[in-house]
């Protein structure tokens, strides 16, 4: 949840082949017919199989309108069969289908083997159905300054946030009331329920975490392992959480500026960090009165950096475009990092549309502007890289038309042990959450990654993280301490700068951050 949109640069599932019959321990029940799986592998994953599941609209009214919902399936291969294992990366707004690839791929081939893992497309989302579209290019540059300095600034921003609820409420009034993380998390048990499941293990990661804590206290039950990595606090969901989420990415943004200090023999932007921070906000004013290729503005920089926020891979081509615009005034790699980093927001809004229905409908936010602009301009005060950003980003919220829904406690005493995992600078998440969801959920576990700050942490290439989740999916066992962390992994080494000029697009950062997309 929070900042950059969920947007997914996802491997295309195509839905073509031959058939494949349900493992054999999974028996289906007579209330949902087992799901004819297709293959539709790419050349990254060329197992995984698709189907689609019908579930009702309102889960209240079980005979009444459908949707549908795509599935991708990594069927297990092992004599041992530990039933499914649904997988999903955040947003609200991220597909999961290429996700559960991932998994399959990244978790050793002894504890892959044992799960179907299952990748979904929530309702709304990608290739379920219907899948929302409010306002095709409302992300397209170039973009108001989002730092409301004049009355005019801040009516164009609102007219923005305003007409994009607006579309919402013209096209979808039908299917708003109910996009929300309940409904998701129903949809979820009517998966389990076609797949023949008396119960399912989960791995989520960010808002992902959220949905799987709220399908626990639905169905505590029906689960059978649960792991959590980048966890959503759900004491403040929504406003506070994105409130939280302002400090903590200007502190990233920080940690970004303090990595190009330590090498300014690449990178010639000074030794001092408040020097290189001030320059960053020169550049930012520069934009505002003259876009780069009349394409990156304001605005537009703030999206290209918000990613390095969320994953320091990207550091290295933030870094040189940056000193490319500082030294040269060379705006090509600046505008080659929006186009990699930012843009996809501008090319299709259907994960941000489900970000906006989802966050809007799921809690109470202020529905007067004032308290939005009180709010921020306090914030902006200590943390301006991302506050106002951010705030327009959730601004729709503020005119949303469906009313909202008390948020889910889910605190929960009836759960098998769960296993947790949080960076302690994780800024789209902050520390506190997995804190929180450690004390909410008995018998659970967490695993801290000291000093780590990117989003999304497991299956990353840290093998101390990589460990205790392996171990736990393959027997259940969990880490148990005395402390307020149950383990404590150190954290991934930050990048070095970039050695060679030819490095290309699909080398920035791990497939995963890529399918795990930018906002929560």
Known sequence: MGTRAAVLCAVAVMTAGSLTAAPAQATPRASAP??????????AYPTLQCTSLEVPLDHADPSGRKITLALSRIPHTAPVFQGPLLVNPGGPGGSGLALAGFVASALPERVAAQYDVIGFDPRG??????????SPGHFRPVRPDTVPTTPALEQANLRRARSFAAACRRTYSDLLPYLDTVSAARDMDAIRDALGARKISYFGYSYGTYLGAVYAKLYPERVRRLVLDSIVDPTGVWYQDNIGQDYAFNDRHRALIAWIATHDTVYGLGKD???IEAEWYAMRAALAREPAAGEVGAAEL???FVPGGYYNGYWPYLAEAFAAYVHRKDTVPLVKAYEDFAAVDAQGSNGYSIYASVLCRDAAWPRGWNRWRAD???VYEKAPFMAWNNAWYNAPCAFWPTDALEPVNVANAKLPPALLFQATDDAATPYQGGVTVHRLLARSSLVVEEGGGNHGITLSGNDCLDGYLSAY???GEAPHGAGVADAV?????????????AASASSRGSVLHRLLGFRR
């Open 473 to 475: 999916l393959a027997s």
């Open 489 to 501: 992994c150190g954290k991934s080494p930050d990048p070095e700068p970039l050695t060679t000029k």
């Open 376 to 378: 921020t301009w306090q």
């Open 34 to 43: 087992a799901p004819v799986w297709k293959t539709c592998g790419t050349s």
């Open 273 to 275: 960090p408040a020097k």
């Open 302 to 304: 703030e999206d290209t």
């Open 125 to 134: 989302v990608g290739r379920s159905t219907p899948a929302l579209d409010c």
